[in-house]
Structures are given as structure tokens and as C-alpha cells.
């Protein structure tokens, strides 16, 4: 009797974590959602500060400047250097959860299709099962603010060691303004490195907040930052 138990425990557990994650991740794609119309068309504030999108695999998160939201959207890796840091800066970089569940948080963030595939880097595992993205034209990846929308074109995918901050220095004076968006691979062990796609400023479209405000759109780095804070997120 208590082996059955203990099995029944077992297997609620294992649906447990899928259920919540489904939980979780459709009620931040409706928080992102709710705060895109917002920023657009007025109504309801919301608590959200910007919204991370990849349309092409249908991917639409908030974006948060507090850790403890990982669970619900995405949260800003800088804001710990930089609290001031937006979409738009030289180098804007993102951290999220991945799920076994293929359309929760930044799970869709595999299927992005880049200009360059996946690219190996010498200084992390070479995996290129994780790139499920194929070949064609590269996706975009947007981020929506009250003051503007900001697309960049996702570049390349590629891992790094959990205690590589490369992907927190800027671009070269000249070279586009870029995004790095972040997560762990899906694997049951939680390996220490972290899967990245990067993207490059193409873009910046001013709401009529923007317009007033004199928002940025310039789409190259002027000056150069280099940001060191240690070991990435663990997602």
C-alpha cells in the first residue's frame, strides 16, 4: 500500500511541475498582452515596463527589473549595474526561464530562426540540437515600451558558461546597438551554461509618449560600456 502511494505521489509530481509551468507562462503572455494594448491604445495601467516579443514563433513576455519575477516573465540582467537600463542602450540583455513545455516562457526562443544558425564558441559545450531554428529569414525580436517599439534582428544563437559575461559587454563604437536574451537549456540536470541569442538594433518606432519625449532612435553604439556582474542568472 505505501509503494502505491509513494508511486502515485511520484507521478503527481511529475505533472505537477508541466501544470504549473503552464500556469505561470499563460498568465505572463496575457500580462504581456494586456500591457502591449496599453501602451498603444491607453486604458488600464499595468505593472509592466516594457514586453519582450518574437512573433515568428510566437513568443510575448513581460519584461520585470526585479529577480524574483522570473517566474512570470523575464527579467532585465542589468538592472543590478544600471538600473536605468531600457531597450535602446548599446547592449540590452534579457534572462528567462525555459520549460519542458514547448510554448512556456522562453521555451519558443529555440525554434528563433537567426541570420547566422547556430554558432559554436569555443568556450562552451557545442550543442546544436538546442537550435531548432533552421535556415531562412532571420526572426525579429521586439520590445515593446510606453514610449516606443524597439526591433532587432536575432543575429546568431550560440552558449556560453554560466560565468561568462561577455554577452554583457557592449558592441564596438559604430556597430549596432544589441540584444542578448538569455536562458538555460532544456535539460533535466540544468547545465551550467546558458543558451543565447543575440540581435542587432534595426529599428525604433516612437508612441505618440515617445514622439513627445525626444526618445533615442539612434541604432548604433556611440560610446562603449563594458558591464562585469559575475555569473549570469540561473534560469
Not at 504549473?20 to 505593472?47: C, D, F, M, S
Request: aromatic share 8%; glycine share 10%; with cysteine.
Amino acid at each position: 500500500m505505501a509503494a502505491v502511494v509513494l508511486l502515485l505521489i511520484g507521478v503527481g509530481l511529475i505533472f505537477l511541475q508541466p501544470a504549473q509551468e503552464l500556469w505561470n507562462g499563460g498568465g505572463a503572455k496575457q500580462e504581456a498582452a494586456a500591457a502591449v494594448k496599453q501602451y498603444h491604445h491607453g486604458g488600464k495601467k499595468r505593472p509592466v515596463g516594457a514586453v519582450l516579443s518574437m512573433p515568428s514563433v510566437g513568443l510575448e513576455l513581460p519584461i520585470y527589473k526585479s529577480r524574483a519575477d522570473l517566474n512570470y516573465g523575464v527579467y532585465t540582467e542589468l538592472v543590478d549595474e544600471k538600473p536605468s537600463t531600457a531597450p535602446g542602450d548599446n547592449n540590452y540583455v534579457l534572462a528567462g526561464h525555459s520549460s519542458y513545455v514547448p510554448t512556456v516562457w522562453l521555451s519558443p526562443m529555440f525554434k528563433l530562426t537567426t541570420a547566422n544558425g547556430y554558432v559554436r564558441n569555443a568556450s562552451a559545450p557545442y550543442r546544436p540540437n538546442d537550435y531548432q531554428g533552421g535556415t531562412g529569414k532571420p526572426g525579429n525580436i521586439i520590445i515593446y515600451t510606453k514610449q516606443a517599439t524597439y526591433t532587432y534582428r536575432a543575429d546568431k544563437a550560440y552558449t556560453v558558461r554560466g560565468n561568462d559575461d561577455s554577452i554583457l559587454s557592449d558592441s564596438a563604437v559604430g556597430s549596432a546597438k544589441q540584444i542578448h536574451v538569455f536562458t538555460c537549456p532544456r535539460h533535466i540536470n540544468h547545465p551550467p551554461f546558458r543558451y543565447v541569442v543575440q540581435g542587432s538594433l534595426i529599428k525604433v518606432q516612437p508612441t505618440a509618449a515617445g514622439r513627445r519625449a525626444g526618445v533615442d532612435m539612434t541604432l548604433t553604439t556611440k560610446t562603449q560600456t563594458t558591464y562585469h556582474s559575475g555569473t549570469l542568472s540561473i534560469n
